[in-house]
Nanobody
C-alpha cells in the first residue's frame, strides 16, 4: 500500500493540528495504521496506531490524552488530531502501515509515507 501524509505546518504552542494520511494501491482495511515522528537529531518514535477496523487504538505516553487517531476505511484515510501542542512535538510526522497488525517498533512497519513537517513555536 502507498501512503501520503499531509496536514503539517507551523502552529503556536497550545494550538491544534490535524494530520491526514491517504492510502492507495492495497486493501486498506487489512492494514494496521500508525503515526510515527522524527525530530532533528533523534530516532523515529511511535506516536499512535489504530487497528484495521478502528476498534483499538494505542498512543505514546507523550501524546496520550491530547491526541486522537481515527480512520475511514470507506475513504482509505487515517487522521491524527493533536491538541495542546508542545514545542517538543516539533518533528516530521510519518504515516505507516503493517498488514493485519499494529506495532510500536518502526522496523516492523512495511509501508511508509513521505512525512509531513509539524513545527510548534512558542
Amino acid at each position: 500500500v502507498q501512503l501520503q501524509a499531509s496536514g503539517g505546518g507551523m502552529v503556536q504552542a497550545g494550538g491544534s493540528l490535524r494530520l491526514s494520511c491517504v492510502a492507495s494501491g492495497g486493501p486498506f482495511r487489512e492494514y494496521g495504521m500508525h503515526w510515527f515522528r522524527q525530530a532533528p537529531g533523534k530516532e523515529r518514535e511511535f506516536v499512535a496506531s489504530i487497528n484495521w477496523i478502528g476498534s483499538s487504538t494505542d498512543y505514546a505516553e507523550s501524546v496520550k490524552g491530547r491526541s486522537s487517531i481515527s480512520r475511514n476505511n470507506a475513504k482509505n484515510t487515517m487522521d491524527l488530531e493533536m491538541n495542546n501542542l508542545k514545542i517538543e512535538d516539533t518533528a516530521v510526522y510519518y504515516c505507516a502501515a503493517r498488514r493485519y497488525y499494529t506495532r510500536r517498533n518502526p522496523e516492523e512497519l512495511t509501508s511508509w509515507g513521505q512525512g509531513t513537517l509539524v513545527t510548534v513555536s512558542s
